[in-house]
C-alpha cells in the first residue's frame, strides 16, 4: 500500500502544523507522513538548523504520534553536492543526511533521504568531452562507473548500517532549464537524468532506490516527441539526452517510467508544462498542479500509482506558501480522478 506525504519546512513549527493538518484528508485509506525540505546545502543538516528542525518536529510528533519521513537533500549550493566534480565531499553531505534522518525524534519505521546526483557540468566540459553526442555517451558511461559508482556505493553502505533508505532523485533535462534568470545555471548538463532506460538497474545494483519526479523526467519524453533526425543542436539543449536514450524513449509512454519502479521507491507527483528553448526564449515549468499540465493519461498513472507499494510526495510549487492553493487543488484532483465521487 502507498504512503502518502506531503512536503514541509522543519524550520517552521507553523509549516509542519499545517502539511500535517492537510494530510488529515487521508488518512482513512493512506498511511500518511513528511517530506522534510532541507535548505541551505550541508549548513542545513549540521548545527543550529539541525536542532531547531530536531525540536519543531518532536514537538509535532508528541502532538501527532510518529510519522513516516522522508529527508531531501538540498541540491544547492552545488559546492555541496556533486557526484562528479567533488565525490568524496557528497558522499560527507549525504551522510550528514543519513545522520539527520536516523535521529529524527519521532519519526516512524526506517527514514528515507532523497538527492540528486548533481553531476553538472559546464559547456566547455561537455564540449571537450567529445565531438558528437555518441562519443560523449561513451565517455560519460565510462566515468560513471569509474568516478561515480563507487562513492555512491559509499553511501549506500553508510545508509544501511543506519538503517536508512536511499533514493536518487531523477532529473529534468537540462537540469536548470527552469531558471528563467539564471543564464549559468540553465547551460549546465547533467549526462546521468536517470530514467527506466538507463540508470535505474546501475543504481539498484548499489542498494539504493529511485525518487522519480514526474515534472522531470517527463522532460526527457516531451524532448524526445520533437526529434525527427540526429541533430547535434538538439543534444546541445537537452543536454544529458543521447541517441540511445532516443531510441528508448521516442513513442513510448511514460507509463513504462511507473512500471518500473519498485516497493519503496519514491514519487514526487506534480505536473509539467513546456521545455527549455533558448532560441525561443522559453522554460520548463516543474511542479505544476496536478492536472494543469502536459503530462498526458494523469489520471490513468495516479491510479497506478495508488494501487502500488511507492512512497507518493504531492510535490507542488507554490506562489502562497500559507494558502497553498495549488497543493489543495492537486489533491483536489487526486481524489476525483482515483476514487471518483467516493468519500474520502
Known amino acids: 500500500m502507498s504512503i502518502i506525504y506531503l512536503p514541509a519546512a522543519a524550520e517552521s513549527f ?8 492537510l494530510l488529515s484528508s487521508f488518512e482513512k485509506r493512506y498511511e500518511t507522513g513528511i517530506m522534510l525540505i532541507i535548505r541551505g546545502g550541508e549548513k542545513g543538516l549540521k548545527g543550529r538548523a539541525k536542532e531547531s528542525q530536531f525540536k519543531n518536529f518532536e514537538r509535532l510528533t508528541k502532538e501527532a504520534g510518529e510519522l513516516p519521513v522522508i529527508v531531501m537533500v538540498s541540491n544547492l549550493p552545488l559546492t555541496d553536492l556533486d557526484f562528479y566534480h567533488l565525490p568524496e565531499k557528497s558522499v560527507r553531505h549525504i551522510k550528514l543526511a543519513v545522520d539527520f534522518a536516523s535521529e529524527l525524534p519521532g519519526k516512524k519505521g526506517k527514514a528515507i533521504a532523497t538527492f540528486h546526483l548533481n553531476t553538472l557540468l559546464t559547456p566547455e566540459e561537455w564540449k571537450n568531452a567529445g565531438n558528437n553526442a555518441e562519443q560523449r555517451y561513451k565517455i560519460f558511461q565510462n566515468q560513471f562507473i569509474k568516478r561515480v559508482f563507487p562513492v555512491l556505493k559509499k553511501a549506500a553502505d553508510y545508509a544501511g548500517s543506519k538503517r536508512t533508505e536511499l533514493k536518487v532523485e531523477t532529473t529534468p533535462v537540462p537540469e536548470f ?43 526527457l519524453y516531451k524532448a524526445s516527441a520533437f526529434l525527427e533526425k540526429n541533430n547535434e543542436r538538439f543534444f546541445e539543449i537537452y543536454k544529458g539526452l543521447f541517441p540511445s536514450d532516443i531510441k528508448k524513449i521516442k513513442g513510448k509512454s511514460f507509463r513504462q517510467e511507473i512500471a518500473a519502479l519498485q516497493k519503496g521507491d519514491v514519487v514526487h507527483m506534480n505536473d509539467s508544462i513546456g521545455l527549455f528553448d533558448p532560441d525561443r526564449n522559453q522554460f520548463h515549468k516543474e511542479g505544476v498542479a496536478l492536472g494543469e499540465g502536459e503530462i498526458e493519461g494523469l489520471p490513468d498513472l495516479l491510479r497506478a500509482l495508488a494501487a502500488s507499494d511507492v512512497r507518493i510526495v504531492f510535490e507542488i510549487n507554490e506562489s502562497d506558501h500559507k494558502r497553498r492553493i495549488n497543493l489543495k487543488r492537486s489533491i483536489d484532483y487526486f481524489w476525483q480522478n482515483v476514487y471518483g465521487n467516493q468519500n474520502r
Open 177 to 219: 532549464g527552469d531558471m528563467v534568470n539564471n543564464s549559468e545555471l540553465n547551460q549546465l548538463g547533467n549526462p546521468y537524468p536517470i530514467y527506466s532506460g538507463r540508470g535505474f538497474s546501475e543504481i539498484r545494483r548499489l542498494g539504493i532506490g529511485i525518487a522519480l519526479d514526474f515534472s522531470h523526467t517527463f522532460t
Open 14 to 21: 507553523d509549516d509542519l502544523k499545517l502539511t500535517f493538518n
